[in-house]
């Protein structure tokens, strides 16, 4: 086990490229090809990757030839530029529908498509038992007003406990996007219709979507400007103040609604210690900030076998985005950057491609047609995302199709209700996982720090999904691994 992606995985739920969860296996990371000789490749050699496609290169790319700071005449290059990656995305022998969700891309990607097609498209959703996290209403109006074939899919909790095992075989390492459950449940569906699946991943990556973004930027300017000495002092004197004591003093009614004044004031002090806009977004994108207090191991010494060799050009994503930075590239577009690099290839394309290849679905995504994708990075940031909102290029496009109310609302997200699982339906699999000896045995996490999280999760004191889910994922796969 390569120590080094365990912590990976429980800091941001999942392994990046090159690395793999087996220390001196790597993975080829996304943009590069590998040539291996065979009759001059030696044993434990190999010649490094080579980069054909770069996201960053694309972005400073975008630098030199920016287009013309005309919005109409921006929304109007890349709805024509769609329409031509949708006319090729399209191409098939097999039956093809949509994954609809009801957001903004997916429903960019369905509404094109049915403008082209001479007959109504397929479409599919899932929707949720659990109030707060069911979105298929407004994918089940889009897909009416559009006349297309629309199949709505309900995820009950029985049918997460039914994948909740298959996960370890259908990822082949650990990864604790938990949304994967509902992914793997729309693919099964849209493969009884369909061969071939289009979905709308990319568009808050190259548009400008994420509200993390945002974020990022409003408490970098909060923050940002006192110097670094003065908020380290500011987070130490947070962080050493007695958790009992200030959720005695501050605690009115707020634990009732699942945060303590002491985890407020803990997670404060995090965003006081960043010493860059862009550890602060790392900061964000953390599912556990202490994670290092869950290892069973010292990982500043604990090295594994080297993955010889690193590929080309491999660096972490928000020390390309900084670098990016300092190049020139605005910082709301280099934060943009930091995200796309560090969540597209390893995460969200990770999650849909395993879930529809371990069913025979075939998924493409018309938003990361790299010709689309160089297109949006000419266009300046400003265009993107402003006090008006985010991915108005997107938006603008979508509004000359369809009525802005069937799409107008917050952005909710692809989730799936974990933490109330966790208490109810999957409680007895996770305290499975979670049992001392389980975690001892397996020599990676500290159990008494394990168990903590989870008793504080199950007394409604704290919402510990995030981190023990990706726990829980890791345990899984390892008990998988020794059957």
Same mark, same amino acid.
């Given at each position: ?11 941001? +739920? ?106 109504p498209v397929r479409t599919f959703t899932i929707g949720?038992?659990?109030? +707060? ?144 806009p862009f550890a602060l977004a790392r900061r964000f ?39 990016a930075h300092a190049r020139g590239l605005p910082l ?152």
């Amino acid at each position: 086990i390569d120590c080094a992606a365990v912590r990976e995985l429980l800091e941001f +739920g999942r392994i990046s490229a090159p690395r793999s969860i087996h220390a001196g296996i790597g993975k080829l990371p996304a943009g590069h090809w590998l040539k291996v000789e065979t009759r001059s490749a030696r044993p434990g050699h190999l010649p490094a990757p080579v980069c054909y496609w770069s996201l960053k290169g694309t972005a400073l790319r975008g630098l030199t030839a920016p287009l013309e700071p005309d919005f109409e005449a921006a929304v109007d290059a890349v709805e024509a530029q769609l329409q031509r990656s949708l006319a090729e995305e399209q191409i098939a022998d097999v039956p093809l529908g949509v994954f609809l969700s009801g957001g903004i891309d997916s429903s960019l990607v369905a509404t094109m498509l049915q403008a082209g097609s001479s007959g109504p498209v397929r479409t599919f959703t899932i929707g949720f038992e659990e109030a +707060g996290f069911d979105e298929s209403t407004h994918a089940r109006r889009i897909a009416e007003h559009l006349g297309a074939t629309h199949h709505e899919l309900q995820l009950h909790t029985a049918d997460a406990l039914a994948l909740v095992p298959r996960l370890a075989q259908v990822y082949d390492e650990p990864f604790a996007d938990s949304s994967a459950l509902a992914t793997m449940l729309v693919c099964q569906a849209a493969r009884t219709q369909v061969t071939v699946a289009l979905g709308g991943d990319g568009g808050d990556e190259a548009f400008g979507g994420y509200p993390a973004q945002a974020r990022t930027l409003a408490t970098w300017r909060r923050f940002g400007r006192f110097p670094g000495a003065l908020r380290k002092a500011a987070a130490d004197m947070m962080e050493a103040l007695p958790a009992g004591a200030v959720n005695a003093l501050l605690d009115h009614g707020a634990a009732r609604h699942g945060t303590l004044p002491s985890h407020r004031l803990r997670t404060l002090a995090s965003l006081l210690r960043p010493d860059s806009p862009f550890a602060l977004a790392r900061r964000f994108a953390r599912h556990d900030p202490e994670v290092d207090t869950l290892l069973a191991f010292d990982p500043t010494t604990h090295r594994p076998p080297a993955f010889d060799p690193a590929p080309s050009g491999a660096v972490d994503a928000y020390e390309l985005a900084a670098d990016a930075h300092a190049r020139g590239l605005p910082l709301g577009a280099a934060i943009t950057l930091a995200d796309a690099a560090s969540s597209l290839p390893d995460l969200l394309l990770t999650k849909t491609d395993r879930a529809a290849m371990s069913v025979s679905l075939e998924t493409r995504s018309p938003l990361l047609d790299h010709r689309l994708v160089e297109l949006a990075w000419r266009i300046p940031f400003s265009m993107h995302h402003d006090a008006r909102g985010p991915k108005r290029i997107l938006r603008a496009i979508l509004a000359r199709h369809i009525p802005n109310t069937l799409y107008e609302r917050p952005k909710a997200g692809f989730s799936v209700p974990i933490a109330q699982w966790l208490r109810g339906p999957l409680r007895d699999w996770a305290e499975t996982l979670l049992a001392e000896p389980v975690l001892r045995h397996q020599g990676l996490l500290v159990p008494t720090r394990a168990r903590s999280l989870w008793a504080e999760h199950l007394g409604g004191r704290h919402d510990h999904s995030s981190q023990l889910w990706d726990i829980l994922v890791l345990s899984a796969w390892l008990e998988a691994r020794t059957i």
